[in-house]
């Protein structure tokens, strides 16, 4: 495609033919390596990270410099978008994100706008503008956002949760004023997904952090629906190319044949779930992006050789397949580990193409 000197993630994406099978990781830029604790110490904090494009771009790039990744990943957060709408964010170490300023009431709901990506967010376009020259079509470079409810979770709660309470609480007693917060943020996350595009990001991803919480029905009404509604309201051409869109849901494995309806290009998968299954299910309606247990990371290289070929087999022959772990890279992973990873992928696909 175009100006780019490897485009088999876009390719697979678009389910078609390709060489190898492409790889890269979730959280790929993060603190299992060295260099990006370094970069991180420089910035001050994790936001500052962010909100600096020159060393966001830095980070981004640190990866494909160690391992022959087939893809970017833009260096952000999903909760960009409501740090942006002014509840507080605030990144405390081992504790993880919390917000001075939840959402718990109607009238904290009725405050809330649509976020204009050009005003508060314009440091996330700018480090979109930045990593794309930086890459010079080295590989493409994915955009992402939250989901709406996996934003609401967040929102709500205030923090990170284990129950759930306090949003699922919102959801059953108020499903109106859910279904309004998620309207904003699906307005919202539209807004943010096409800046980045028209800033320079060649595929976009929607994590659905926790969608895997709720029931079948409730998923389809509070997080699917609005994910579908994203997915409608994405330019999907940029540059004269199309940009491919992912939805992943962890714990979405029961839901793969529903997501597949929205217009998405490709599904994300966590391991809980057979690849090999997962295609069966969606058959040529969308790609597959997935989904070995991150934990095998830990295992010996010769381990984590024998899981990524079995995984290329349970996918097995043709297009369609981006490899990727089920969920992001844990911190304590040894950097060697993952050499032996992303080269397998590589080396043992070619029979499968
Ligand atoms: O994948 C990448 O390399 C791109 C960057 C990226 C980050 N966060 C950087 C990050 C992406 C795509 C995310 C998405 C994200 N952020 C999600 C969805 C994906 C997922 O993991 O389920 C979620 C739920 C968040 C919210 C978030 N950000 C949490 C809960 C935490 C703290 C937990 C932790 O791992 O410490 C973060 C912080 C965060 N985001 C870090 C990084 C590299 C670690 C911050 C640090 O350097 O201290």
New binding site residues.
């Given amino acids: 495609m175009a100006d780019l000197k490897n485009d088999r993630f876009l390719r697979a994406l678009l389910r078609k033919p390709v060489d190898v099978t492409p790889v890269w990781?979730?959280?790929?830029?993060?603190?299992y390596l060295p260099e990006?604790r370094a970069t991180?110490k420089k910035a001050g904090s994790?936001m500052d990270?962010c909100r600096s494009p020159e060393l966001a771009c830095e980070v981004t790039l640190q990866p494909l410099d160690r391992y022959p990744l087939d893809a970017a990943?833009?260096?952000?957060?999903?909760?960009t978008i409501p740090d942006a709408m002014g509840l507080g964010l605030k990144?405390n170490?081992g504790e993880?994100?919390t917000f001075e300023r939840p959402v718990r009431s109607a009238r904290d709901v009725a405050a809330l706008g649509v976020i204009d990506p050009n005003a508060e967010l314009k440091y996330v376009t700018d480090a979109v503008s930045v990593i794309r020259k930086a890459l010079n079509g080295r590989v493409p470079l994915i955009g992402?956002s939250?989901s709406p409810w996996?934003l609401a979770t967040?929102m709500v709660e205030g923090s990170?949760s284990k129950e759930y309470s306090k949003v699922k609480g919102m959801m059953f007693d108020q499903p109106k004023l859910m279904h309004q917060l998620l309207d904003t943020l699906a307005q919202s996350v539209i807004q943010y997904l096409n800046a980045q595009i028209k800033a320079g990001a060649q595929a976009v991803m929607v994590?659905d952090?926790w969608g895997g919480v709720l029931t079948s029905r409730d998923y389809r009404e509070f997080s699917l629906q609005y994910m579908t509604q994203i997915v409608d309201g994405l330019i999907n051409e940029n540059e004269g190319q199309p940009v491919p869109s992912i939805l992943f849901t962890?714990g979405g494995g029961a839901w793969l044949e529903d997501m597949a309806l929205s217009k998405c290009n490709a599904l994300g998968v966590d391991w809980t779930i057979d690849i090999g299954e997962a295609r069966n299910r969606v058959g040529d309606k969308v790609a597959l992006q997935g989904n070995m247990d991150p934990c095998i990371l830990y295992a010996s290289p010769e381990r984590i050789r024998e899981e990524v070929a079995t995984i290329l087999a349970s996918y097995g022959k043709g297009e369609g397949h981006v490899f990727n772990l089920g969920?992001?890279i844990h911190?304590a992973i040894n950097p060697e580990h993952v050499a032996a990873f992303i080269n397998a992928v590589h080396e043992f696909s070619a029979q499968y193409h």
């Fill in positions: 990781m979730m959280r790929q830029a993060g603190r990006y991180r994790f990270l990943i833009l260096f952000s957060d999903i909760l990144f170490t993880g994100p992402f939250g996996t967040y990170s994590f952090t962890k969920h992001g911190p």
